[in-house]
Structure formats: structure tokens, C-alpha cells
């Protein structure tokens, strides 16, 4: 396990981080990766831990787009809209940094232990401003946050409820001055209300992912978007612009067999153009 | 003054000659005594014996009798020694002639009036007389049909007056006809009566099709138990083959009807997640075949599959991989078959509301956790079919009535045939795919193969000789999502 410090004032401090009002002092790291790292634009993708499929999608879909035009990904390596983050930018091939609320040789979460390792080993980063050996405690994550957020030019509050951590970060950057995106939610769930009132308050709304990019002053990549050239595959997705569907539900919609919508439900997915969750079927957000 | 009879004792499914032997000394006191390890049920035979023949108006020798059974290293349990006791002793006694005997084996439990009963297992005794060159068997006239499958004359007695007379040559008994194919399967639920539920029907089929294991998941009361029971109904009947292993495995097992005749259609069995883990798998004292043997070449139902304790769904990796269960005990090894399809249910979360898009979930990720973390990735990877069941919508109930159970059992039985004759390949466009698939999706070396499977059965369904695109593609659709065993 490489594990380095960098003090306040050295070179390799990551200057963003050094404007914040209360920089750490110390910063620990772990991974082989040059600490270079932590000067690249970087965006923080952040949200709740309990999340619907609907942020769970998001999440991954805005790191991948992120990760693809260059950028480093930042979070907090929690359960649900973080760790789906962190993967999202790994699929991309892109680095990744970590920021945790304990010292960085502690697998925490223990479940995302094998995530962490995978972050360490794509040339990302795991970092935080508490000793090696320092266990987790509730109040050390919002001190943490404000680290996420002074890394990052940006950052995006995907699914968060009315009290939740990540708007604390939202906070934080807005303290930096760090432009601040929220992804809109049905304003009916809970699970948006934090968001929603983000937006409410004047935060950049993420509609599609070049949204993320413009913010960050990157140019998206040309990827061609899956245009399925099958007529079953067009009917799923243009039965599936009405919002999320069972399978059931879209047979009934494009009148396909069990067997051939399966068949094109499996094409779609390969090519990215839908997301698969227990049993719900929903279109990937446009790019 | 000796007398010699054979019987044969079972090992789980296995029949294992036992030569039984009664020896009268006369100039001691008169006694009756049986060695040989013989367990409890064994040990009063004794008394059963002698009052069978008393009440039989036979006469009892008023000597020293010993009855051996041997080999006396193995374990004699049960009560099927009974017949082969009474008859040597009566052998021994001049009472009945030893050559005519020696060439019959012996099966059948006696009563107090001298009635002879029929024993579990008589299926697989006979099968051993039949193998060790018996030409006859002398049983219960309730279990002679069921003995005469084994191919070999079965002789039905209903008392051991019967049985001395034959013996003697008195009376001429004609052997029993081996039992017919019950006809009529049991009325069994039937497909018509679920609607909607179009992916779960197809998965249901193929998984039928190509006896794939097929995990249903969803909230509650989506009608996953309704068509995991309903498996059963399309299914190709047994072969001949197959319906003895059956008959023989429920006819140890005491699960067998009296008189039913050979098992024809597939067993179900459904145990509850209360059950033992020696009731699902087998084993106890004297290995029995548990539930997963019991639904040999048929479906076992796991309905709520997290809610079986951990030890039972790891118990469960052994039959689903090798189709067999090994049960170890003192007196040695027994061996079961179970090869099953596994149908399993299970919700999404404890809420029951995940999986369904217009619900939200309550509950707290480390509830769901816990509760998917109750299946094992391992157990997970042995489903070839996973299918999310939704809340079906108003619509679709008052929608007409669906497809029957016997169409879909046509085309189940057509794809089977074939599968069993020729292998349907792969196109080249197909392999590609699934190597796409492999790059892009989270699939595992075992998932991979499960999917090239399940294609495989896809096409057998579709009629079609080659493994094509489409057929992968839907395969795919099925295979198990990386959320399932821990979010």
C-alpha cells in the first residue's frame, strides 16, 4: 500500500483545494498514481446513499460522460449515489479520487472495499486529511465534504432528501465559489426534495450529460449515440420516452413478443441506450 | 437342523444381500434370538415372527432358535427381515422345503395374524434380487406390482399361510404384472389462469424446456409462486428410465401412493423454509432422500428463497452442480439423485415495493443488504433465467384469459426432443455478441456459459437449428443483474 502526505504550502498541494477557508493542513493518499492527479479539473458527483434506480443511473451515466471527456471524478466512496460514480468513471477507463472521512488504509464502507482497490488500481486516488488508522466517525464526514468539494470545479447533487450530506457539499462549493448542478427529480419523491430545492435556489439544473461539460469548460466527446437500426428496438425506446417501464408493460406498448422484446431489450442495453434495474426498464439520459 | 433365506436390506437407494440363516439346537432351554446388528424395528421381529406363525396355526419349534443375518457388518434397520425370518425358521423346522426357498428372495413386514405388509423401498429390493439372478420374489400382494417392475416375477402373498402353501407347491400363485403407467396425471394447476406476466411465462418455458433454474423476483403477490407451480404442467412426461428412478426414489421414501403404479409425470415439491436442512437435502440416522430427490427429474419450488436458513441454500450448490446427493454416515455412504429444476422466489426488498416503477422503497439500504445477502453469489450463479415479475396493472387482469398449459407443453416437448438429439451451434454473429455481451456486461466465466445455455434452448424453441443473435440477445436479457445478491 503506497501511502504519501503532501503539507500545506508543498508544490504538489492541489492549488483549488488551497483557496478554500479552512484548507487541511495535511493531506494523506493512497495508490501509485503521480499526485499530479489532484491538480486535474475535477468534478464532484455526490448524493444520497439510499438512492432510486433513477439517481443510481444518473450518477453513473454523468461520471462516464465526465470521466470520457477528460475529467476527474471526485466523491466520497459512500453506498449508493458515490459509489455509483466512482464506477461510473471507472467503466469510462478515467481516474477517480476518493475522499474519505477516516484514514485511507480503512475499507470504508467495508462493502466497497473491493470498489476502493479497483480506484487504486486505475490510477486513482484515495485521500483524506486524517492519519493513516483514524476510524470512521459521524461527525468527521461533513469535514470531509468540504474536501470533495474544494477539489472539485464543480459539483453535481444527484439524488439527495431534504437533510442530506451531499448538500452539504453543495454548501461547501458554494462557499468556494465552485459552480454548483442539481439533477432535477419528480417532485413528488423524497428522495428529490433536496435537489429540487437546489434548483429552487438557483443551482445549474443537469439535463443532459454536455451540461456537466460546459460547466467544467470541456468539450464533449463526439460519441455516436446508439440509433438502433432494428424497428423492435426503436418501438422499446420510443415506448420508453413516456418514462420508465416494466417489461411487461413495453410488450404491451410495442405489441413485440415476450421473446423478441427480451431479445431487443439485451441489444439496447449493450449498446447503452437503456439502464436495466430490477426489473424496470429506463432510457439512458441523453448526452 | 438350519434353514437359509435371502433378503435384501437398502443403503439410501441401493439393495445389499442379506442372507438370513435360523439354526435349532435342541437340549437347551427353548429361546428365540436374532444377531447380526440388528436395529430396534429388526429386533422385534422376534415377536412379530412368532406370533405371525403361531396365529398362521404353524407350529413354533420348542428349541433353541438363532437367526443370523448376515453379512453382520452391515446395519440392519426396518421390518422388512420379517418374512425372510419366519420362513427360515420354518425351513429350519421342516415346515416349508429349503430348496424351494433358496430360490426366492424374501421381502415383507409381518403382522401379528400372520398378514405380510408391504415395506419402502420394495422397487429397489427387487432390483437387487433381479441383479443377484433371482428369478422370484415372495412380497406383499400390495407392493407385488411394484416389485415386478424391477423385471422379475414378483409373487404376492397376503399371509404366510399363503406363502408356505406356495412354497410347499399347494397352491400355484401367478406372479404379479408389473404396474401400469398411472394414466391420467394428476389434475395439475393450470397456465390459463395467470394474466399477464408475459416475460415470466416465456422464461417459464424455456426454463421448462432446457431444465434451466429460473429465479423469479418481485414485489409481492405478482403471481411468482402462481407460476412457479404451474411448471409442472408443461413439462415433457418421463421416460421410462426416468419414472423408475422416480418410483424408486418415493417408493423408499414412503412417498408413493399404494397401488399407484410407476410414476409418470414429473414430481413437484415445495417445501416450506421451516423444513430441516435433512428434510430438503437428505440424511438422518437412517439415510433418507430428502426434498431435492424427491423432486428428482421434476421441479423443487423454493417459494421466499432468503427466508431458507443459510445452511440449507448452501447444501442445496451440490445437487444443483452435480445432480446427486451424498449423504456420509457411520454405516457408510448413501447416495441420492437430484437432478431438479430449481424454481425460486424471492422480493426485492423487504418492502416488497422495489421492482416496481410507480412505488418508492422504504427501506434502509442495510435491511436490503441483509436481506440479499441471504443468497449467496455463489447459489445466485446457479440460475440459468432471472426474471423481475412487476405488479401487474389493472389492464392486464381484466384482460382475456391467457394461453393454456397445453399448447405451451407442446412446444416444450418439440424443443426438448431436439435438444436431445443434435446441439444447436452457434453462428459466428452470435459468439460475437456474447463476447460483446461478456466485455460490456458484468458477467461472470459461469454466467457466460449459463447465457450460451439458455441461447441454446431459445433456438431449440424457435425451431431453429443454429444458435442466432437474437437468441443470445434474449438469453442475455435473462441472465442474473450484479444488484441481486447485495445492492
Redesign the interface.
Known sequence: MTIRSIRRGEDAYPPLLAQIPDPPSRLWARGEAPLELLRRPAVAVVGA??C?GYGRTVARELATEAARAGAVVVSGLA??IDGEAHRGALAAGGATIAVLGCGIDRDYPA?HAELARAIVDTDGLLVSEYEPGIEPAPWRFPARNRIIAGLALATIVVEARERSGALITADFALEDGREVLAVPGEIT???SSGTNALLRQGATPVTRAADVLEALGLDPTPVTQATPDDPAAAAVLDALEA???????L??ATSL???????????L??AGAIA?????VRRTIAR | MLGRAVTFALIGLEPRRVEVEAHLRSGEQPSFSIVGLADRACQEAKHRVRSGVQSTLLEWPRRAITVNLAPAALRKEGTGFDLAIALTVLAASDQVPTARLERHACIGELGLDGRIRPVLGTIAAAEGAARAGFGRVLCAVDSSHEAALAGIEAVGVRHLGEAVGYLRGEDEIRPARPSPRSTSPPPQPDLVDVRGQERGRRALEIAAAGAHNLLLAGPPGTGKTMLGRRMPSILPPLTRSEALEVTRIHSVAGTLALGSGLVASPPFRAPHHGASPAAIVGGGVVPRPGEVSLAHRGVLLLDELPEFPRSVLEALRQPLEDGVVSVARVGGRALFPARFRLVATMNLCPCGARGDPKLECVCPLARIAAYRDRVSRALLDRFDLVVAMPRPRAEELSAGPAEASAPVRARVIVAAERLATETPRRTAGASELLDRAVERLPLTGRGRVRVARVARTIAALAGSSEVLPEHVAEALSYRSPAGLASP
Open positions: 446513499r439510499a432510486s453506498r449508493g462493502a419523491s423524497a428522495l418514462g420508465a417501464a416494466s417489461a411487461d408493460e410488450a404491451r413478443g415476450a421473446g423478441e422484446l427480451a431479445a431487443a431489450l439485451a441489444m442495453e449493450l436495466v434495474e430490477d426489473g424496470t
